[in-house]
């Protein structure tokens, strides 16, 4: 039987509206089923229903499941994004603010300070960017709805753990989408496992309490296998002819053994001819910078398992003690900018008539969607990147020199 027109806006109508009525059952049916296992983990009723039984689903989480800029950006543009100038002085003013919380951590803990500092600076630009989602309604959402739903729910119920025992207030528990939180990032079930009360409070407090997040960091690396005293690592020279299957972060030899390969300090110092256990790392491919990696690259590596993040971290602490930027070049003739220069981009967006919100240096959708329109307009291709060659192409569109609006 042929459906006659009204009929069918009705029926269309009457399933669409149907859609959000079935997701909501469906998620309140999950919270019953999270309320049914937190009391299993020996979370009490009364804290399950005053801080999650009314909770409704924030779907946005949902998108940012299968995006990690660490894994999809350009390693040029990653690092010049988080070890700019600007956040090698902010480090260094951090360093020396709090030169003697540091001393007592790393006397505690081992971690030197120019490490902690860096993953503050790297984790949460030193406490200004620390994620404004709700914890529990984002750890809710990725708990019934998507992929990882089992990883997610133990999150959500140590989320509730760190409050029924006092340490964070539920309303500043607020983060990234995935749950990280504080002034260093830490998901809820590794707070569970390392986070300290430094200050003496009684609270194990990683939002208001930055003792507490420089200590529970330290106390996190050192759990991870740090060796005090050793580098993390060096920019190494390649002998002619390398064999780069013999690079990887797992593919581990001693030092001895890497300098008999010609292995060599970018800077010519001589190596130490140990039994130490090193590995290659070729993050852009043999045409880029090269690096000798030891165990304590390893232990900023499982902060949060990607190499790029990594070596943001052991650059910017190296940068903290006063070391040079790499030595060899980034194999790109379109290198990233720092976050001065993106500002000065969507500065230079605004002036020609593209509203990108907030002038914060982060290059989001609505700048890339800015930056692809400009680059439709001017014959480029539409990548929607903000390298250097795009910053060129606004600031000549905009009628500026060097510099403006940063």
Wanted: aromatic residues 8%; hydrophobic residues 40%.
């Amino acid at each position: 039987m042929t459906l006659k027109p009204p009929l069918v806006c009705s029926l269309l109508a009457t399933t669409l509206l149907s859609l959000p009525a079935a997701a909501d059952a469906s998620f309140d049916r999950c919270i019953g089923d999270l309320r049914t296992e937190a009391q299993t983990r020996g979370i009490k009723p009364e804290t399950f229903d005053t801080y999650a039984r009314n909770l409704e689903p924030d779907n946005s989480v949902l998108g940012q499941l299968d995006y990690q800029p660490e894994f999809r950006t350009p390693i040029w543009d990653y690092l010049a994004g988080l070890v700019d100038d600007e956040r090698i002085a902010d480090g260094h003013a951090m360093m020396q603010q709090w030169a003697t919380t540091l001393q007592a951590v790393e006397a505690a803990y081992g971690i030197d300070p120019a490490t902690i500092v860096a993953v503050w600076g790297v984790e949460s630009n030193f406490g200004r960017t620390v994620g404004k989602r709700p914890l529990l309604t984002s750890l809710a959402t990725l708990s019934c709805q998507g992929r990882r739903q089992g990883f997610f729910r133990g999150e959500f119920f140590a989320t509730l753990r760190i409050i029924e025992n006092g340490d964070v207030d539920a309303a500043r528990l607020t983060g990234s989408w995935a749950g990280a939180f504080g002034h260093t990032q830490f998901m809820p079930s590794t707070f569970a496992r390392v986070a300290v009360d430094f200050d003496g409070d009684g609270r194990r407090d990683l939002v208001d309490s930055i003792p507490d997040a420089l200590a529970s960091t330290a106390n996190f690396l050192a759990k991870a296998g740090w060796i005090g005293g050793q580098p993390w690592g060096y920019e190494v020279a390649l002998p002619a002819g390398f064999d780069t299957s013999l690079a990887g972060r797992h593919n581990k030899r001693s030092i001895a053994d890497w300098m008999r390969l010609g292995i060599q300090r970018i800077d010519r110092t001589p190596l130490e001819p140990s039994t130490t256990a090193a590995a290659i790392l070729l993050p852009a491919g043999e045409g880029g910078p090269a690096f000798l990696v030891l165990r304590n690259f390893d232990a900023i590596y499982s902060y949060n398992t990607a190499e790029s993040y990594a070596l943001a971290i052991a650059h910017l602490s190296d940068r903290l003690r006063g070391a040079a930027a790499f030595v060899r070049p980034w194999p790109t003739d379109d290198p990233g900018l720092s976050r001065a220069e993106r500002r000065e981009v969507q500065t230079l967006l605004t002036r020609l008539g593209y509203p990108v919100g907030e002038i914060d240096g982060v290059i989001g959708k609505t700048s890339r969607e800015a930056i692809e329109e400009v680059q439709r307009q001017n014959g480029l291709e539409p990548s929607g990147r903000a390298g250097r060659y795009m910053l060129g192409v606004l600031r000549r569109l905009a009628g500026t020199s060097a510099g403006t609006g940063s």
